[in-house]
């Protein structure tokens, strides 16, 4: 059974989640660290866009710089993504595509999957009925609400999956941050989130964090047929990250890149 590397779960500024999310990416690429399972929280609350966006098209920048929420462009494709700091757990995965492939999942909506059968796994634990679909991005459903969005990028061979657990939502403060399509009133697009998201506290009484971590741990392990061993990050990737914080995440140059 291979054993991948755990990082137990942190709270960041989105700057560093970003980075440390690429960092780990380019160590596992050159064989400097273990396939990685990574959770995080952030602070302050976070907008992260999609690689391919324009912020100013997705983001009220003066109500997120009013607020002090971080606005990060991220390396994976996808939408916007507002992280509230007290209302969602983020994963990553780092591990070689062909380790996926091996195992017979080929399709990129089945590489997405069957990283998200973990916390499917996680959440059967408390007898939910949790689903895989799409809706902008591959994402889990909670009787029929979602509750988690995920983004992928490849490189050199191996893959990056990172995504949302939501534990509560907050759609007003989402979209005082978060632009509406155009010609559609932010109030609508409020209603919207109510009616299709929801928060998995909701849905669990008596929510216990560490006990839900303990259920993604052993979820992450029996679909990736994998052993999960606690670890900490390396020298090399935290200097890597602090490196890309500084030259790349905080920028100007890289957050606006496609205005």
Excluded at 114 to 141: M, R, W
Excluded at 219 to 235: A, N, Q
Aim: glycine share 6%; proline share 3%.
């Amino acid at each position: 059974m291979d054993i991948w590397r755990f990082l137990p779960l942190e709270i960041r500024d989105g700057y560093w989640n970003m980075a440390l999310d690429e960092s780990i990416l380019q160590s596992c690429i050159e064989k400097k660290t273990p396939n990685t399972i990574r959770l995080f929280k952030w602070d302050p609350s976070t907008v992260t866009i999609g690689y391919h966006q324009s912020v100013s098209d997705e983001v009220n920048i003066a109500v997120a710089k009013e607020k002090k929420f971080n606005i990060v462009r991220r390396i994976t494709g996808g939408g916007a993504v507002f992280h509230d700091s007290k209302g969602e757990i983020t994963y990553s995965v780092v591990c070689p595509l062909k380790l996926l492939e091996e195992k017979g999942f080929t399709r990129m909506i089945e590489q997405y999957e069957v990283i998200t059968q973990g916390i499917i796994e996680a959440l059967s634990n408390y007898q939910l009925g949790s689903d895989k679909g799409v809706i902008h991005c591959p994402a889990i459903f909670l009787d029929g609400k979602k509750i988690s969005g995920n983004a992928q990028v490849k490189r050199s061979g191996y893959i990056l999956q990172h995504g949302t657990i939501l534990l509560k939502i907050t759609p007003e403060l989402m979209y005082s941050v978060l632009k509406a399509p155009n010609n559609v009133p932010t109030k609508k697009m409020v209603a919207s989130v109510y009616a299709k998201v929801i928060g998995i506290k909701e849905q669990i009484q008596n929510f216990n964090e560490n006990e839900f971590i303990s259920y993604l741990i052993n979820g992450f392990e029996k679909t990736l047929g994998i052993k999960l061993e606690k670890g900490k990050f390396s020298k090399y990737e935290l200097d890597l990250a602090e490196k890309l914080v500084i030259e790349k995440y905080s920028s100007d140059k890289w957050l606006y890149k496609y205005e």
